[in-house]
């Protein structure tokens, strides 16, 4: 049910516009030698396995990845592009284009491929896997024995397992942030609660922090508009359950949607007067993801709540041209009934993936090359690249290069460019992030990490056909109804206390109970 484009990643560069650094790098890698060791090898034999593998940002299987080249020579196992669509960037587009064309190669992966699996699976499309687990990948056993409501969460209707997930790490992700050399010019200090939050955001306003002497300052800004959306749990509302926007919660074990809530709308009515009053970026919705680039390049940026290590990077850009810049992370502001919350926290399971269609050949040896990656030595490969080219083992942890840190080239885009936390089903180590975080994010997650802020997680539901359908008849038309009124209550062309009881009984009418019943029932089925 549940897919996300959002990644764990920054940057949306193209494997097609290396740096020339970047591809330096590639280029040293694949001349480097990979000395094999032979408790890895699947097959005596190599062997060729056929995959798809499309994402936005790569969207084909290069074969000459050091990456996959490494990963050739421990196992014995090569992959051969045969991705569909890879003209297209639209993922799920690739997928209905192989499926039509009926032609599988042994292994489907990419982007969100979970819903698409667990519905084709059970009818014959893709092999589920759960003995191929149980017999041959014990490092894949290992980690679902200890993580058994993950194992839940990617289940098909049927209960069975169609495809092994990119499995992220690290618990916090997004934190709220706020201009401290503004609070210290001011005399005050970081807000604690949602009235302190508020006069806070009325000082930057009013009081010229940024010392330019016009009333220029953005108070509260986001790059995703739906971040000031998040801002409804001050007054105890939900945004979302997941880090998919707009996505259901479990409450109480039954399945409920944030935007029908007595907090949502409390939350809306005051974020409505926020605006109002001029505390929130007049363009929220519109300025998009440049939003902090010009309002913090620009000094005009008070606050705003976005990913620890690409937001605390800004004290470093900025501060060579905007003295004392100190842009840090605060602690969640108590809700107005006294709770710290933090609604975001990096995802458990990702939709992303892979998984063995019906005409592989080899599925025993498949299953063996997928549990390799669950290795230790291939789950380095998979996070860091190639050992003695992008890393080095340093008291026992895969450590970066200085070549790799150095590079004027983001470490994200490296690794892409080499095949390494691409979204095939491996379990990410959040080590390869926390090496090129700068100190002030670091900082920033022990701070949340100090409290008990984060809220369970909702993982999602697999559907059978006939669930599917009531859910594809009513949702997508009631999210778009929710968001439409949504932003008329913010923007003031609408009145949320005037137009609430409405607003349900048009939920009503639109099937949101007929959703929410068919949720349910799949959730009993997967998790009860």
């Known amino acids: 049910m549940k897919t996300t484009t959002e990644t764990l990643h920054g940057g949306r560069k193209s494997m097609h516009r290396l740096t020339l650094s970047a591809a330096l790098l590639m280029g040293a890698a694949m001349a480097a030698p990979v000395l094999a060791d032979d408790h890895l090898k699947v097959v005596d034999t190599p062997l060729e396995l056929t995959v798809h593998m499309h994402h936005e940002r790569y969207t084909s299987y290069d074969e000459s990845w050091p990456v996959e080249l490494a990963a050739r020579e421990m196992t014995g196992i090569a992959l051969k592009d045969a991705t569909i669509g890879s003209n297209s960037k639209e993922s799920r587009e690739a997928f209905n284009l192989l499926i039509a064309s009926g032609d599988l190669p042994d292994i489907v992966g990419g982007l969100a491929i979970k819903d698409n699996v667990n519905r084709y699976g059970p009818e014959g499309a893709f092999i589920a896997l759960d003995d191929l687990i149980e017999e041959h990948a014990p490092n894949i056993k290992a980690f679902f024995d200890a993580n058994p409501d993950l194992r839940k969460a990617i289940s098909g209707a ?49 009081r010229d922090p940024n010392g330019n002497g016009k009333k220029d300052e953005i108070p509260y800004f986001a790059r995703q508009w739906e971040e000031l959306i998040r801002l409804v749990t001050l007054w105890d509302g939900r945004s979302s359950g997941s880090d998919t926007y707009h996505d259901f919660f479990v409450q109480d074990g039954k399945i409920t949607h944030p935007y029908i809530g007595e907090g949502y709308r409390e939350g809306m009515k005051n974020l409505a007067q926020w605006y109002k009053e001029g505390l929130i970026d007049p363009e929220v919705f519109t300025r998009g993801a440049s939003s902090r680039d010009f309002l913090l390049g620009e000094n005009l940026g008070g606050m705003t709540h976005d990913w620890f290590a690409s937001t605390a990077a800004y004290n470093d850009k900025v501060s060579q041209t905007v003295e004392g810049f100190n842009f840090i992370a605060f602690i969640p502001p108590a809700s107005v009934s006294g709770v710290r919350m933090e609604e975001h926290r990096r995802i458990l399971i ?90 002030i994010a670091l900082d920033g997650i022990k701070l949340y990490e100090s409290g008990d802020y984060l809220i369970p997680d909702f993982l999602g539901v697999s559907f059978n056909p006939e669930e599917q359908a009531v859910y594809d008849k009513y949702w997508p038309s009631i999210r778009t109804y929710m968001l439409e009124r949504q932003q008329a209550w913010i923007l003031g062309t609408g009145d949320i206390e005037a137009d609430w009881a409405d607003y349900l009984a048009t939920l009503d009418t639109m099937g949101l109970n007929d959703v929410l019943t068919v949720m349910q029932t799949a959730y009993d089925r997967q998790y009860n």
């Open 158 to 206: 049927d209960g069975k397992l169609y495809y092994i997930p990119y499995l992220p790490d690290g618990f916090y992700g997004r934190g709220y942030f706020i201009r401290q050399d503004w609070l210290d010019k001011l005399g005050l200090e970081q807000p604690q609660n949602v009235q302190e939050v508020h006069d806070v955001l009325v000082a930057f306003r009013d």
């Open 350 to 439: 990702k939709p992303d993936g892979w998984a063995i269609s019906f005409s592989n050949e080899h599925p025993v040896e498949t299953i063996k090359y997928f549990d390799f990656w669950f290795t230790p030595e291939g789950r380095n490969l998979s996070n860091f690249g190639v050992e003695g080219v992008h890393w080095t083992m340093v008291d026992g942890k895969p450590r970066f290069t200085d070549e790799v840190l150095k590079i004027d080239t983001s470490v994200v885009n490296q690794m892409y460019a080499i095949g390494a936390q691409i979204v095939r089903g491996y379990h990410q180590d959040y080590a390869y992030e926390e090496q090129w975080t700068n100190q």
